[in-house]
Every structure is written in C-alpha cells, then in structure tokens.
C-alpha cells in the first residue's frame, strides 16, 4: 500500500521561507514522477510542481516560477518543495502526489497516490 507523508508546513511571515518534504512507501519510488499540488479555500486543487522519476525534469506552475524548487531524493524517497518569497496568494493546503508514470505531468488525473496535506499559511 503506497503511503505519502508530507511534512513541514506552518506559518510564516510573508516573503518567508518553507520546505516541504514527502515520504513515500509502498512503491518503486524511482519509477515515478512526483508532484505537489495546492488547495486554497474556496479554490480547485491546482498543479504547483513536479519532477520527473530520474529527477531529470521538472515543471513548475507560472505563478511559482523562479520562488519555488521541487527535488527530489530517490534514496531516501523523499520528495521536497523549497518555497522562498511566500506571499498571501501561496496560503493553502499541499499535497504530495505519486504519478501513475515516470515522466511530469500536470493533470491531477495523472496522479494515482496522495497526501493528507500539510497547511501552509502566510501572515502579512
């Protein structure tokens, strides 16, 4: 059974910074792409990053790009999300999930395995 646990979330101060880790179990973590997607109040669950299997390719959403770095440790099937300069616009719930493949992709459809969630919020 595949678990993915997500840690490190909490409140920070605007233009702060956080790291995000996910533990993953119950699968080859190698084999397949890895992703964080976030969930505001009121708002549809949206693709924020993800990383390739061999951790060769990422992607990032438009409105995190240049702020926010996604890695991963295949050894110890960890993935992280280094999130600098947090604005308002970043406070929601993230999630860690586990594609069905290995390349990245942005479609939540995509994605086989998920997290709890971690809150992040972001005082002014």
């Known amino acids: 059974q595949v678990q993915l646990v997500e840690s490190g979330g909490g409140l920070v101060q605007a233009g702060g910074s956080l790291r995000l880790s996910c533990a993953a179990s119950?699968?080859?973590?190698?084999?397949?792409?890895m992703a964080w997607f976030r969930q505001a109040p009121g708002k549809e669950r949206g693709f924020v990053a993800g990383?390739?299997?061999?951790?060769?390719?990422?992607d990032y959403a438009d409105s995190v790009k240049g702020r926010f770095s996604i890695s991963r440790d295949n050894a110890k099937t960890t993935v992280y999300l280094q999130m600098n300069s947090l604005n308002s616009d970043d406070a929601a719930v993230y999630y860690c999930?586990?594609?069905?493949?290995?390349?990245?992709?942005?479609?939540?459809?995509?994605?086989?395995?998920w997290g709890h969630g971690t809150q992040v919020s972001v005082s002014s």
């Open positions: 999930a586990q594609a069905r493949l290995g390349v990245v992709t942005t479609s939540r459809t995509m994605y086989a395995y």
């Open positions: 119950g699968r080859t973590f190698s084999t397949y792409s």
């Open positions: 990383i390739s299997a061999g951790g060769g390719t990422t």
